[in-house]
T-cell receptor, first 113, second 110 residues
Framework: KAGVTQTPRYLIKTRGQQVTLSCSPI?????VSWYQQTPGQGLQFLFE???????NKGNFPGRFSGRQFSNSRSEMNVSTLELGDSALYLC????????????FGAGSRLTVL | GIQVEQSPPDLILQEGANSTLRCNFS?????LQWFHQNPWGQLINLFY???GTKQNGRLSATTVATERYSLLYISSSQTTDSGVYFC????????????FGAGTRLAVHP
């Protein structure tokens, strides 16, 4: 059974640009959640999607957005990139929303110059 | 919101030693997971353990939900155990919103 797949694994952008990251969950999993990891703030929840609906959102500005498609694949977008957006972005999938095991992908490492 | 505290922040061991990592949380939780983050950044799920005790090889975990803490035991440590261990919890109605502790950085030397 394939795991959670995130693409791209590494990317470099410049300030002001936008970026789109993709996450393919484990087959059959309908919940996808996103996390940001930085040395200063640690691991922080961005948002969670279940059946194409955003169910929960963390404390991030509106520049951070996401969506989920009918096949449960998810994308997150960051617009008008800032230096502080440099981070490891991790995606996790689970069969349902709430109180169950989350399986993480390998992450997308974004560097903003 | 729920606060998660992990201790110790850093741990250095000789190969073969045993260790206990602790996670304290401030409120009732529906979900508690322990993860190991490898050097490439991937979070590997070790245990899903909102309550009770589980064992998997040299690792075991115990969560005492009524006292709001969880322990991760590593026995006969190996160099491959090195990395960062995170405890993460989800509060009621959390919709898979995990709140992570700051982690315990473990270094196992041969």
């Amino acid at each position: 059974k394939a795991g959670v797949t995130q693409t791209p694994r590494y990317l470099i952008k410049t300030r002001g640009q936008q970026v789109t990251l993709s996450c393919s969950p484990i087959s059959g999993h309908r919940s996808v959640s996103w996390y940001q990891q930085t040395p200063g703030q640690g691991l922080q929840f961005l948002f969670e999607y279940f059946s194409e609906t955003q169910r929960n959102k963390g404390n991030f500005p509106g520049r951070f957005s996401g969506r989920q498609f009918s096949n449960s694949r998810s994308e997150m977008n960051v617009s008008t990139l800032e230096l502080g957006d440099s981070a490891l972005y991790l995606c996790a999938s689970s069969p349902r929303t709430g109180a169950n095991v989350l399986t993480f992908g390998a992450g997308s490492r974004l560097t903003v110059l | 919101g729920i606060q998660v505290e992990q201790s110790p922040p850093d741990l250095i061991l000789q190969e073969g030693a045993n260790s206990t990592l602790r996670c304290n949380f401030s409120d009732s939780v529906n979900n508690l997971q322990w993860f190991h983050q490898n050097p490439w950044g991937q979070l590997i799920n070790l245990f899903y353990i909102p309550s009770g005790t589980k064992q998997n090889g040299r690792l075991s975990a115990t969560t005492v939900a009524t006292e709001r803490y969880s322990l991760l035991y590593i026995s006969s440590s190996q160099t491959t155990d090195s990395g960062v261990y995170f405890c993460a919890v989800e509060g009621p109605g959390g919709y898979n919103k995990l709140i992570f502790g700051a982690g315990t950085r473990l270094a196992v030397h041969p």
